[in-house]
């Protein structure tokens, strides 16, 4: 195909922050007494801040009110943007900065297609925004992966149809969301998980323009 835009998710394919989603939120299970470990950590990848505070409710076999569900979310998310507030450029995964400067070099336009309300600073503090023609994340959409809504927004504000487009992603809702959309999927893991996506590569040091052409 010849590729017009690629549209990149951000946790587990750009920056690894699931080590900082994994302590905030251990901190509020910990506080509600709940067993929270790090494999139940991987039902939060890809999904909403809301969705993974009532993952980890339903863990516990705890109720909240509303109300308190959004406090409780509210405080989880002040430890984890104290801890993102530190991140560094090189905590950017290997490959990434890379392969973002290969293909803007190569004419093809880069968006970021993310579920977190929080990536302007990561993208800030790890050096990262310049690389992007366009970002749209949690802050813009309304609907979650596996619906398209992230992606379609980010392919129509670069101007490419969404058969021109690729999508880079490390989580099982999110590649359904880009093949929803109408797009060829890269998957960043392990490809007896990411089975649905067209390609799966262990990162994005693993990636090259002939192989994005090839898709
Ligand atoms: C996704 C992560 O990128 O963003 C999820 O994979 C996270 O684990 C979601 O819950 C929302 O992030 P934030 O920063 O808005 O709480
Ligand atoms: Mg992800």
């Known amino acids: 195909?010849?590729?017009?835009?690629?549209?990149?998710?951000?946790?587990?394919?750009?920056?690894?922050?699931?080590?900082?989603?994994?302590?905030s939120?251990?901190?509020?299970?910990?506080?509600?007494?709940?067993?929270?470990?790090?494999?139940?950590?991987?039902?939060?990848?890809g999904v909403s801040r809301m969705r993974s505070l009532e993952i980890i409710l339903e863990i516990g076999n705890v109720t909240k009110t509303e109300a308190e569900q959004q406090e409780l979310a509210a405080r989880k998310n002040t430890w984890?943007?104290?801890?993102?507030?530190?991140?560094?450029?090189?905590?950017?995964?290997?490959?990434?900065?890379?392969?973002?400067?290969?293909?803007?070099?190569?004419?093809?336009?880069?968006?970021?297609?993310?579920?977190?309300?929080?990536?302007?600073?990561?993208?800030?503090?790890?050096?990262?925004?310049?690389?992007?023609?366009?970002?749209?994340?949690?802050?813009?959409?309304?609907?979650?992966?596996?619906?398209?809504?992230?992606?379609?927004?980010?392919?129509?504000?670069?101007?490419?149809?969404?058969t021109d487009c690729v999508v880079f992603e490390d989580a099982i809702a999110g590649i359904e969301a880009g093949l929803a959309g109408g797009m060829k999927v890269v998957g960043i893991g392990k490809p007896e998980i990411l089975n649905k996506a067209n390609l799966v590569v262990s990162g994005l040091d693993k990636m090259d323009l002939n192989k994005l052409n090839t898709l």
Request: hydrophobic residues 40%.
């Open 80 to 162: 984890y943007t104290e801890m993102i507030s530190k991140m560094k450029p090189e905590e950017v995964l290997p490959g990434a900065r890379e392969f973002l400067e290969l293909v803007r070099n190569a004419g093809i336009k880069t968006a970021l297609g993310s579920a977190s309300k929080n990536s302007g600073i990561i993208l800030e503090k790890t050096n990262l925004t310049k690389y992007f023609d366009v970002i749209i994340d949690g802050n813009h959409v309304t609907k979650a992966k596996p619906d398209p809504e992230v992606f379609l927004k980010g392919a129509e504000a670069v101007q490419a149809q969404p």
């Open 1 to 23: 195909m010849n590729v017009k835009a690629c549209i990149f998710d951000l946790d587990g394919v750009i920056v690894d922050t699931a080590v900082y989603h994994f302590k």
């Open 25 to 45: 939120w251990k901190r509020l299970a910990d506080e509600l007494g709940i067993n929270f470990t790090e494999h139940d950590n991987e039902r939060l990848k």
